[in-house]
T-cell receptor, first 113, second 111 residues
């Protein structure tokens, strides 16, 4: 298995809703990432988990809450989002730091109404 | 935060021609990577070049790295319509897990 699987592919939520994005990989990668990408912009790093521990939080608002239940799963819990949070949310994983690239999922396209 | 700028922002070429994209970055790096993204979906890793390497090849791709100028280039030879996509460079600083993407180049290959 050489994929990162993200669910759902599309999500529409209201500003008072609570929802979660899910990400799964079975490649034995020990680092996992959340990126946010707005239209025609590059991906922006949100969170990094290394060995199931949060190692980087890029000053992301608390309405985004990451969770890494085990080495294969990564969740992003969403609560009280704003319309400007509408974006493509990408999950990625990597084996190491120096030699390997990232494997990205196909993303969740989130619309906040 | 965005580490680098890519040039050009958009490129339109005829099938069979070569495409060259350039990336400049600001701080010292551990490695530099190139990714392709089709239609706003997931990114695909193309090639990684370490800071002590100057050139790397993979199929029709050739990447160069000039650390003194803090710049890299991606050359796609004999382009195909299927190469139409956005291309991003991304840099990793030191041994951090932080990978920061450049602004991207949108490539259109006309049949």
């Amino acid at each position: 298995d050489t994929e990162v699987t993200q669910t759902p592919k599309h999500l529409v939520m209201g500003m008072t809703n609570k929802k979660s994005l899910k990400c799964e990989q079975h490649m034995g990668h020990r680092a996992m990432y959340w990126y946010k990408q707005k239209a025609k912009k590059p991906p922006e790093l949100m969170f990094v988990y290394s060995y199931e521990k949060l190692s980087i939080n890029e000053s992301v608002p608390s309405r985004f809450s990451p969770e890494c239940p085990n080495s294969s799963l990564l969740n992003l819990h969403l609560h009280a989002l704003q319309p400007e949070d509408s974006a493509l949310y990408l999950c990625a994983s990597s084996r190491g730091v120096d030699t390997y690239g990232y494997t990205f999922g196909s993303g969740t396209r989130l619309t906040v109404v | 935060s965005q580490q680098g700028e890519e040039d050009p922002q958009a490129l339109s070429i005829q099938e069979g021609e070569n495409a060259t994209m350039n990336c400049s970055y600001k701080t010292s790096i551990n490695n530099l990577q190139w990714y392709r993204q089709n239609s706003g979906r997931g990114l695909v890793h193309l090639i990684l070049i370490r800071s002590n390497e100057r050139e790397k090849h993979s199929g029709r791709l050739r990447v160069t790295l000039d650390t003194s100028k803090k710049s890299s280039s991606l050359l796609i030879t004999a382009s195909r319509a299927a190469d139409t996509a956005s291309y991003f460079c991304a840099t990793r600083m030191d041994s951090s897990y932080k990978l920061i993407f450049g602004s991207g180049t949108r490539l259109l290959v006309r049949p």
